[in-house]
């Protein structure tokens, strides 16, 4: 299993082996410990939790779930698997250098919010004309004032804009720099700076 989770540092660009100019995302991939392996028998399904930036000594009430541990890690994480995993077990480390340059890899993140939005900027509505009378100028028009007399779920709408959770599919890996624990992925990563980003082996 491939998998990692890293944190937002932000955008630059690396010259590419074309001699072309890439943008890149960069990727801090700090140690990444393996806290809890899930099985198909005891959980109903396989999957890997890691743990993310260590912060403090597990309490007694940690003690079961973290034993051996020196550090409670900050976040956790659960990436599913299809089978049992053979290389890997509770304790294990893992860093930048499980991904190689070239690699395809799935990115998950958190967008950036954009709090209430209108239809132009929400859905990229048309604006209504500003001349020959014309009074709604950013208003969405009919919702369906007829039949069936009511909303249909999923109308393009006002609303909350951002904040949801995105995958952007088959970026490729274009740096791996182990001792600095940073990975770069061609092209944008969703979120802000800081934020928490998972990197999983494109399927």
């Known amino acids: 299993m491939k998998a990692l989770i890293t944190r937002k540092l932000g955008m630059t660009s690396v010259i590419g082996e074309n001699g072309a100019l890439l943008p890149v995302t960069l990727l801090s991939a700090g140690p990444n410990v393996v806290s809890r392996i899930k099985s198909e028998d005891k959980d109903g399904y396989w999957a890997v939790q890691l743990g993310f930036e260590q912060t ?12 051996g541990f020196n550090m409670l890690p900050k976040i956790i994480r659960e990436f599913r698997i299809n089978e049992q995993p053979e ?3 509770i304790g294990d480390t893992l860093s930048a250098d499980l991904f190689n340059v ?15 939005a209108g239809t132009i900027k929400r859905h990229n509505f048309h604006r209504g004309r500003k001349t020959h009378g014309g009074r709604s100028y950013r208003r969405p028009g009919s919702i369906g004032s007829m039949y069936p007399q009511r909303i249909f779920p999923g109308k393009k709408m006002a609303g909350q804009m951002g904040n949801d959770r995105v995958t952007v599919k088959r970026l490729k890996v274009a740096l791996v720099d182990n001792d600095m624990k940073v990975i770069g992925v061609t092209g944008a990563v969703p979120g802000p700076r800081k934020g928490i980003v998972l990197v999983r082996e494109a399927k």
């Open 56 to 67: 403090k000594k597990p309490g007694k009430t940690q003690q079961g779930q973290f034993k």
């Open 87 to 89: 290389d890997l077990k």
């Open 102 to 116: 070239g690699d395809s890899v799935d990115v998950t993140g958190i967008s950036k919010g954009k709090g209430f």
